[in-house]
Nanobody
Framework: QVQLAESGGGLVQAGGSLRLSCAAS????????MGWFRQAPGKEREFVAA????????NYPASAEGRFTISRDNAKNTVYLQMNSLKPEDTAVYYC?????????????????WGQGTQVTVSS
């Protein structure tokens, strides 16, 4: 089992930045690929970013490319999501997830463990 706890969400104006953190406990963090997903009210959960177990491979959808950066610190058992140039449409609950496959997958079914989520609200 892996327990995940997100932090760093909040209210920010459009154009601003936030850094989300996800602290993992339980099994060996470096064995897992990590991903970030988000879900806005009335919408399906969508992929935001992923990083391979070693950190050498990252993956982003077009909506996040160039604005969001995922990184991990395996010594601290933590994955980060740096979000810049935020837009109102980025408003959502953001979830981190851990996948035993180790690959930076865009598919939420590749992830076995999920955090409780942190709210990000971007005002216009």
């Amino acid at each position: 089992q892996v327990q995940l706890a997100e932090s760093g969400g909040g209210l920010v104006q459009a154009g601003g930045s936030l850094r989300l953190s996800c602290a993992a406990s339980g099994r060996t963090f470096s064995n897992y690929a990590m991903g970030w997903f988000r879900q806005a009210p009335g919408k399906e959960r969508e992929f935001v970013a992923a990083i391979s177990r070693g950190g050498g491979v990252t993956n982003y959808p077009a909506s996040a490319e160039g604005r969001f950066t995922i990184s991990r610190d395996n010594a601290k058992n933590t994955v980060y999501l740096q979000m810049n140039s935020l837009k109102p449409e980025d408003t959502a609950v953001y979830y981190c997830a851990a996948g035993t496959g180790g690959v930076a997958s865009t598919n939420e079914r590749a992830y076995d463990y999920w955090g409780q989520g942190t709210q990000v609200t971007v005002s216009s």
